[in-house]
């Protein structure tokens, strides 16, 4: 599993941020001892995460870790890019800087806008070190396969695939692109499998997601028609003594993906370590998922476009 850091982005100023977090330096350095503890050392960033707080605050909780006991994945944003002659280079200097680094383990192109202008400019920072591997973030498979092939003219590919991939949302295996990723030995990443906190069982119509965040706002509408669903969840994790949450991610485990689970408190490490051992039947994935499609939602975010 991958670690997200995407709520420490925010600031904890209510309307400042995407979560409404409100995180501390002591708490979010807990988070990466318990974490390294038990084997989780692949961060995922993004410099859009709080415009560079994210990068930033994961560097200073990790201080003090030697570089190889950790990996760095952080995102080039095209849709905030400069106007200088190489905004990709400016962007990942700017991120390296903020990380306390000098090489990224994972560097992705966040969100496709022009696969054609951007990708190339990934070939100069492979071949000096700075990235050691290249993947991309809500793109398509026409989006994939170019990628793929202007990193493949210069000896390069393709590594890994980001995309939002949840029990509520699952475009990326009705698009092909779960297959397309098992058959060219490529790594999916699925974020948003909690669909920010709305699978974990915890909040409700009557105990909604913190008033005043962009999740609320996206998910607190739709709390009771995921009611079959979560409490479907967590039978099941009771039943091997877990939770609903820890159903989410090993369902997303299940499926072949590495889930991306936001962590920001030391206690939610637990849960990793329980959806770790959790193993679905092939019957309790499919009830799983006749119940998602039957809540009839849609949570594909602002920032995605159809697979």
């Known amino acids: 599993m991958a670690l997200g850091t995407w709520a420490w982005g925010d600031s904890g100023e209510v309307g400042d941020g995407y979560f409404g977090s409100q995180l501390t330096g002591p ?19 993004a410099v859009v995460y709080g415009m560079g707080r994210s990068e930033a605050v994961l560097a200073q909780a990790l201080k003090g870790y030697d570089r190889s006991e950790y990996q760095l994945s952080t995102k080039f944003t095209p849709q905030i890019a400069g106007d200088g002659d190489d905004p990709v280079a400016d962007m990942l200097e700017q991120s390296l800087d903020r990380m306390g680094t000098d090489y990224v383990d994972l560097y992705w192109i966040h969100n496709p806008a022009d696969v054609a202008r951007w990708t190339p400019l990934l070939i100069p920072p492979l071949k000096s070190g700075k990235i050691k591997h290249v993947g991309v973030s809500n793109h398509n498979l026409e989006e994939i396969a170019l990628a793929d092939q202007i990193l493949g003219e210069a000896g390069f590919r393709v590594e890994a695939v980001q995309n939002h991939y949840s029990l509520l949302y699952r475009s990326s295996e009705r698009a092909g692109i779960l297959d397309h990723c098992r058959e060219h030995d490529v790594r ?6 909690l669909e920010q906190g709305a699978l974990t069982g915890r ?18 509408g739709i709390l009771p028609r995921l009611r079959a669903l979560t409490d ?24 072949g993906t590495t889930p991306i689970v936001g962590v920001t408190k030391a206690g939610y490490i637990d849960g990793l370590v329980r959806a770790r051992g959790i193993d679905l039947a092939d019957e309790e994935i499919a009830e799983l998922e006749a119940l998602a499609d039957a809540a009839d939602v849609d949570t594909r975010g602002s920032w995605e476009h159809e697979m």
């Open 203 to 220: 909040y409700t119509a009557a105990g909604p997601l913190p008033e005043g965040s962009v999740r609320a706002a996206a998910y607190n």
């Open 27 to 45: 708490g979010l350095r807990k988070v990466v001892e318990k974490a390294h503890s038990n084997g989780f050392t692949l961060w995922d960033t």
């Open 188 to 193: 999916f990443l699925s974020y948003m499998v």
């Open 232 to 255: 479907r969840m967590g039978r099941i994790g009771q039943d091997r003594g877990g939770s609903a949450a820890d159903v989410a991610t090993a369902w997303a485990i299940a499926k």
